[in-house]
C-alpha cells in the first residue's frame, strides 16, 4: 500500500471515529432518544434538533469554502453527482424506505454502527438487516 492509499485509509478511520464520538455524545446511539425525536405528535424530544443544527450549520460555512480548493487534502478529485437539480424515483425510494426505517427502529447505520462499543440485543439485529439490505441494493443497482 503506498503512502497516499494508507493517509486516505487514516483520515477515514480517524473522521470515523471522531463521527462515532459525537453520535454518541449527541445520544444518537440511543434508539429511544432518536424516537422520541421523531415523536412529534407524542412525547417529542427537541434535543437532537440541536446536534441537527450544529451539523447544517457547519455544512453551510464550511462546504462551500472547501469545494474552492483544487483538490482534497487527501484524495485525487472531489467526488461530487455530476447532476444537482435531478431527484430520481431510485433517490426518493431510497431515501424514504430508510426514513421509514429509522423511524420504526431508531437506528441508522452510523449510529448502530457506533453502537457497537456497547452493543445490546437490538444492535445484534439490526446490524445482519443492514448488511442483507446492502447486498440487496447492491444486486438492484448494478446497471
Not at 423511524?103 to 444492535?123: D, M, V
Request: glycine share 12%; net charge positive; aromatic share 8%.
Amino acid at each position: 500500500m503506498n503512502w497516499h492509499a494508507a493517509s486516505e485509509k487514516a483520515a477515514a478511520l480517524g473522521a470515523g471515529l471522531v463521527f462515532g464520538v459525537g453520535l454518541a455524545l449527541a445520544q444518537m446511539t440511543d434508539p429511544r432518544k432518536v424516537l422520541g425525536f421523531l415523536d412529534i405528535t407524542g412525547r417529542w424530544d427537541p434535543s437532537l434538533a440541536l446536534v441537527l443544527g450544529g451539523a447544517v450549520g457547519l455544512s453551510l460555512l464550511t462546504f462551500h469554502y472547501i469545494l474552492r480548493l483544487p483538490r482534497p487534502l487527501l484524495g485525487e478529485r472531489f467526488d461530487l453527482p455530476a447532476s444537482r437539480r435531478v431527484l430520481e424515483p431510485k433517490l426518493l425510494i431510497g431515501s424514504t424506505l430508510f426514513g421509514i426505517g429509522w423511524g420504526i427502529s431508531g437506528y441508522c447505520p452510523g449510529p448502530a454502527l457506533a453502537q457497537l462499543a456497547a452493543p445490546n440485543a437490538e444492535t445484534w439485529l439490526f446490524l445482519p438487516a443492514l448488511i442483507a439490505g446492502s447486498v440487496i441494493a447492491r444486486g438492484i443497482n448494478r446497471d
